[in-house]
T-cell receptor, first 112, second 113 residues
Framework: KQEVTQIPAALSVPEGENLVLNCSFT??????LQWFRQDPGKGLTSLLL?????REQTSGRLNASLDKSSGRSTLYIAASQPGDSATYLC???????????FGAGTILRVKS | DTAVSQTPKYLVTQMGNDKSIKCEQN?????MYWYKQDSKKFLKIMFS???????INETVPNRFSPKSPDKAHLNLHINSLELGDSAVYFC????????????FGPGTRLTVL
């Protein structure tokens, strides 16, 4: 059974800091991993999708890495801004079907 | 705008009532999903439909019945609502035989009184 864990559960940093969010999964037989952002009371916005054959993906100030063999992914946010404050979720497809198994999320607060 | 849309955004109702949530995607995707986010913000799959056919039913009570009239729509009907059904329900879609990146709707916040 696939389980996804995210560390830390919450993070508060001053503006401008670089930060790393961690995601681990128990079953390494995944074909991709997706990072999302959720603002309070809003839906999920897809940030990055990494295929199992890739080691990292970049979008602007965001960089996500994937180490399938060790069951880990990290989301690196460079030069954090108050607008980055949100909950960040990682998710992997379950072995059966295409459902996503989500971590509990990391609540990020960037202080100005 | 290309997107996944849901209606209504908020739904407040009494226990025992029957209600429906609608979802539409205009991304041309072949697979649609319903997820439930509980009070602890944990997201879990409920159903998945591929080309109008049910492919995942994740031990959801029979009171929940999804219906997919076509590839672009996946509606969720809930009978005999209970207090524990209060949650945010998210619809999502993806193209399975491409990268299967899932795109989510804005959510429907259901409150059962």
């Amino acid at each position: 059974k696939q389980e996804v864990t995210q560390i830390p559960a919450a993070l508060s940093v001053p503006e401008g800091e670089n930060l790393v969010l961690n995601c681990s999964f128990t079953d390494s037989a995944i074909y991709n991993l997706q990072w999302f952002r959720q603002d309070p009371g809003k839906g999920l916005t897809s940030l990055l999708l990494i295929q199992s054959s890739q080691r990292e993906q970049t979008s602007g100030r965001l960089n996500a890495s994937l180490d399938k063999s060790s069951g880990r992914s990290t989301l690196y946010i460079a030069a954090s801004q108050p607008g980055d404050s949100a909950t960040y979720l990682c998710a992997v497809p379950h072995e059966y079907g295409n459902k996503l198994v989500f971590g509990a999320g990391t609540i990020l607060r960037v202080k100005s | 705008d290309t997107a996944v849309s849901q209606t209504p955004k908020y739904l407040v109702t009494q226990m025992g009532n029957d209600k429906s949530i609608k979802c539409e995607q205009n991304l041309g995707h072949d697979t649609m999903y319903w997820y439930k986010q509980d009070s602890k913000k944990f997201l879990k799959i409920m159903f998945s439909y591929n080309n109008k056919e049910l492919i995942i039913n994740e031990t959801v009570p029979n009171r929940f019945s999804p219906k997919s009239p076509d590839k672009a729509h996946l509606n969720l009907h809930i009978n005999s609502l209970e207090l524990g059904d209060s949650a945010v329900y998210f619809c999502a879609s993806s193209q399975v035989f491409r990268d299967n990146e899932q795109f989510f709707g804005p959510g429907t916040r259901l409150t059962v009184l």
